[in-house]
């Protein structure tokens, strides 16, 4: 099944609140999938500076100097924040692609998540209750986050399986459905120089949107090319560094409810991941239409 | 009048509590508070008893109902009224999906809009939606009556059998084997009282009918040898 949240804000004093709404959507959304969850917040940026959050399975000995010789490696300034099996490297701007060579070569077994001005990704298997938990998601800020429960239907339960996906800078991707040209797809977007890095047909959606925006195309163009070019069901929503975007494939079998607000625009697979947000009573709530894209923008 | 709690109480009680009332207790009118999107509400309720929800409910609010008359003061999640047998649901906000889905019978109103495959294989049930419908509604249709007053979206009534149609404004694309049909007197009758029973403030006379060309699924016996 998954449900996915997103919670994209127009009223600023609600960001210190961002991380702590995202997580009771979270939670809620937990029976529509168990094995593991995920989130994506886009918090402030530093001007000259990236962030890139990295994950390993034996954290202690991943990142115990990791900073240093990366700084190193970089002839940079890095400083690194640890949180629990994630960390959040700070470095100078227009090192993203060396860091990720650096990284490759320093710590072989680390996956990096996500990598940008402003995302940050933490994703891990297990309940959604307890990996919020485990990153603290309920302290976060920021202006504009995604989250995912998963339930597994095309690739292993893995922390590698859970969403968002990111294969862009400050892109991020989160899906409920299942693509069926994921393979062929997948070896098209490899040929043209896309990273792709897991067998889940999730990460082959939000390489092709960042595909299609490395080619020019808007994020409402490169979801309108969604319709065109991906078979399957799915229900996207998609965050770049100032928008968030929503679409749902023709069929439109997944459930999927939005709200708006002076304050917000929330999505959830349910209404009921929304009825803690202040004033949904008075909100407009509707169902997305079938191949039609939503995009919001700050 | 019973006023039931079901953030505090949980589901299972209230749906224990609605079940039991077979017609032999006086508490007949309920009250729902704090629903909030919450599934299963007043499902399989088999008695008269008058339920009121104030809020909006997610998946499957008042499935299968038998009697009972379910007013919802908000939207419905997926599978509103599905396999209704009889009695009356009543949903002041929009439906999501397949609402009123293999009915057998009872009225189903919507005030809002329903999305796609509303009345989807109805069997008997009526449903009457104020607002527009979505793609693929009543596909397999086999009996009862679909009455929208807005719009109808894509393939209206695919591969239907004998469930009517009746649709005010514009409908995007008929389904496979469904045509627009003549309005005879009889068919005005059934809309005028399906309409004012729904309290829906709309002429007869600005419908159009469709149905089944009756061409997919007949077996032609001319075409004995082919088989």
Redesign the interface.
Known sequence: MCGIVGLFLKDKSLEPKLGDMLTDMLITMTDRGPDSAGIAIYGADTAGRTKVTVQSDSPDEAFDGLDGVLAEALSGDVSIRVIDTHAVLDLPAGKEEAARSALAELRPGMRIMSAGDSIEIYKEVGLPEKVAERFDVRGMSGSHGIGHTRMATESAVTTEGAHPFSTGSDQCLVHNGSLSNHNALRRRLKREGVRIESQNDTEVGAAYLTWKMQNGSTLGEALEGTLEDLDGFFNFVVGTKDGFGVVRDPI??K?A?MAETDQYVAFGS??????NLPGIEDAK???P??ATVYFWNH | MQTYDLEANGLRGLNSALQELNGSSNKTAWEIVNPKGSHAIAVGLNSPVEVTVKGSTGYYCAGMNQQATVKVEGSVGPGVAENMMSGTVIVDGDASQYAGATGQGGLLVIKGNASSRCGISMKGIDIVVHGNIGHMCAFMGQAGNLVVLGDAGDALGDSCYEARFFVRGSVKSLGADCIEKEMRPEHIEILKDLLARAGADAKPEEFKRYGSARQLYNFDVDNAQAY
């Open positions: 439109a079998c459930p409810v349910e209404y009921r991941a929304l009825v709530v509707w169902e239409e079938p």
